[in-house]
Structure formats: C-alpha cells, structure tokens
C-alpha cells in the first residue's frame, strides 16, 4: 500500500491540475456579462446564469447553425477514411499486392508535409475545380488527411492477425470481399473506433483548413465561427456567451470520448477483442 501511495498521490494532483482550465470554463460561463470580471475569475457564477448564457449563443451567434455541419464533416469524413485504411491494409498485409509496401509508404508520405504547406494549393484547385465553400470538398480533404493514419493503425492490426485466418476463408469458399467485410473487420472494430474517434475529434476540433476552404455560414464548421465571436469589435457577444459558445462545442467530443471509453481502451493496444 505504502508502495502505490506515492503513485496516486501524484496521478491525483495531476488530475487536479488538469481540471483547473475546465473550472474555469464552467466557473466564468455561468456568469452574467454584468457580472464577469477579469479580477475574479475563480469564483463560481449560478446555473441560471449558465443557461441564460445557453439561449444567448443559441439567439445571437452563429455557431449553433455550425454544429450540424460540422457533426457531418466529423462523421462523414472519418468513416471514409477509415474504411479506406482498412481496405489499404488489407490489401497490403493479407493480400499481399505486389509492391504493396511502396504504394503504403507513399499514402504515408502524407503524414510527411505540413498542411500548411497543402493548403495554397488546395485553394488554388478548389477554386478551379468549384469545389471551394462545398461541403464535399471539405469531407474530401478531411478523408485525405485521415487516410494515412487510418491505413498506418489498421496495417499495425492486421499484421497481428494470424495469416491462417484468410486461408481457412479461401478453403471454404469465401471471396476476397467477403472475408474482408464479413472476418476482418468485425475482428478488428476495436481498432476502427479508436481511429475514429481520433479522426472525428479532430475534424471536430480543425480550424485552419476550415477557414482556407470555406467561407459561408452554411459550409463552415463550427471552430472557424467561434473564432469570429472573439474577432468582433465592439456590438458583439460577451465574453461569458464567448466562453459558453467554447463549452457547447467542446461537449460532443467529451461525450464521444465517454460512450466508447470501452473499445478505445481496448483499441488503444490494437488487440482485438
């Protein structure tokens, strides 16, 4: 006992530490902009003032029509890419396609080049192509982007699948599409959560790429509208709404984290059940 004290004696200050920002967050949201003060920011503001500051981002800012928006680009985008990276995998490691390590390496080489980098381009392209302030191309750079992690954490799964598995398939009929839909990827859905929820969060949480490729209320995601709230001069929100705008978006990922707290964990050591 006296040997694990220590441990969580430290993990509990850690945790403490941790939950000092989301406090704060909490603690300013739920005051009034009357009430706000920059000299006393670590005293707790009331739950009606939380709420009144609900209906005010909801009445007065635009991130509310980003939500929806967003929570498609999340959603959409992720599975894309991950099924693109099983498929990757798949073919690389079970199938073993001829040069299959070069063309990995080269969807990996993705991971290589800042976005900073892709970005002008992809302006450049998008504009000519009509895709700018699309929402399909949105969903198509994030499937991009996600593409070589996704490929890169379910090539590291398949590995430890043992090669005998798709050969009892073959010898009993199965095509190549079925073992690969109806054996593999339910043998490795822990990993696809994990890699989703990861892709989701950040898409979630992207704002430099939203800002180069979007520009109306109605393709651009939530983070970009956000930061508009704290750009405004004078005439605009709060900076308690501002703060209640920032916890409302920040739910989903909480959330996402927290329902499938199980197959992350369990995704995390790419094991399998």
């Not at 967003?70 to 985008?77: D, E, K, P, R, W």
């Not at 750009?231 to 996402?256: D, K, R």
């Amino acid at each position: 006992m006296r040997s694990t004290m220590p441990r969580y004696v430290i993990l509990g200050a850690m945790g403490l530490l941790w939950l000092v920002p989301i406090y704060l967050l909490f603690a300013n949201a739920s005051k009034s902009s009357a009430s706000y003060s920059g000299d006393d920011l670590w005293s707790a503001g009331s739950p009606v003032g939380l709420w009144d500051n609900v209906i005010a981002v909801f009445q007065n800012t635009d991130v509310p029509s980003g939500l929806g928006i967003t929570a498609v680009y999340a959603i959409v985008a992720p599975i894309i890419a991950v099924a693109l990276g099983a498929a990757v995998a798949f073919a690389v490691i079970v199938l073993k396609v001829r040069h299959g390590f070069f063309w990995f390496f080269i969807i990996f080489c993705g991971t290589v080049f800042p976005l900073q980098m892709m970005l002008i381009p992809w302006f450049s392209v998008y504009a000519d192509i009509g895709l700018f302030d699309t929402a399909p191309g949105l969903i198509i750079i994030y499937a991009v982007v996600a593409l070589p992690f996704s490929a890169f954490v379910m090539r590291n799964f398949f590995v430890g699948i043992a090669p005998s598995v798709f050969e009892a398939a073959v010898v009993d009929g199965a095509s190549v599409w079925r073992i690969f839909t109806r054996i593999y990827l339910p043998m490795s859905r822990s990993a696809l959560v994990v890699v989703f929820i990861l892709q989701a969060t950040w898409v979630w949480n992207d704002f430099l790429i939203a800002l180069i490729l979007t520009q109306s209320p109605a393709t651009r995601p939530v983070m970009p509208l956000l930061n508009a709230l704290q750009s405004v001069e004078g005439g605009g929100p709060g900076f308690t709404i501002i703060l209640t705008a920032a916890l409302l978006v920040s739910l989903p990922t909480a959330l996402l984290f927290g329902f499938a707290q199980r197959f992350f964990q369990r995704g995390l050591s790419l094991g399998q059940y």
